[in-house]
């Protein structure tokens, strides 16, 4: 039996400006049967918070994997690739994934480091072969969902397909 993964990731040294809000866009629209969280702290006064991961999903039982994996590289592609050229070394732009282990580990992938330019194919199968892999490993879950644990979370916003109308024009 398959079960549901935590995903997140970030758009590692894109600058403050990278359009964050836009690639979860383009991941909710391309991956319906993934919960996409973006990271919003609630102000605490005095306290200044940071998330290592810019978002978090959850991959449900019946997600295409395949549909999710082409959609993380036509981001990369979109959001990351253009801005390597004009980075040095120590600061190259990348597309950041990490899926956590039943036992608290990690797998994790970086598009743009790991795999570049012309290793589609590659990284879309090792992606959906150790995601496979991951969901068929057996989790005895106890206390709420994934979905419920993010969702009640107040740093945490679940991102809703936008129709791409202004909301704030008639």
Same mark, same amino acid.
């Given at each position: 039996m398959t079960s549901e993964?935590?995903?997140?990731?970030?758009?590692?040294?894109?600058?403050?400006?990278?359009?964050t809000d836009e690639f979860l866009q383009l991941l909710v629209r391309e991956t319906p049967?993934?919960?996409?969280?973006r990271f919003h702290p609630r102000r605490r006064p005095g306290v200044d918070i940071r998330a290592a991961l810019d978002w978090q999903g959850i991959l449900s039982t019946g997600a295409n994997l395949l549909a999710f994996a082409s959609a993380l590289w036509a981001a990369y592609e979109r959001y990351v690739k253009p801005k390597l050229d004009r980075s040095d070394e120590t600061t190259?732009?990348?597309?950041? *994934? @990490?899926?956590? %282990?039943?036992?608290?580990?990690?797998?994790?992938f970086a598009l743009g480091k790991e795999y570049k330019?012309?290793?589609?194919?590659?990284?879309?199968?090792?992606?959906?072969?150790?995601?496979?892999?991951?969901?068929? *490993? @057996?989790?005895? %879950?106890?206390?709420?969902s994934l979905l419920s644990e993010l969702t009640q979370n107040e740093d945490w916003v679940r991102v809703q397909v936008r129709d791409g109308k202004d909301p704030n024009l008639p």
């Open positions: 993964l935590i995903v997140g990731g970030a758009l590692a040294n894109c600058g403050q400006d990278s359009p049967d993934l919960a996409i969280f190259k732009p990348f597309l950041f *994934i @990490s899926l956590r %282990r039943p036992d608290g580990t990690f797998v994790q330019d012309k290793d589609k194919e590659i990284f879309v199968e090792q992606f959906t072969r150790q995601v496979t892999e991951l969901r068929t *490993i @057996s989790v005895t %879950r106890k206390g709420p």
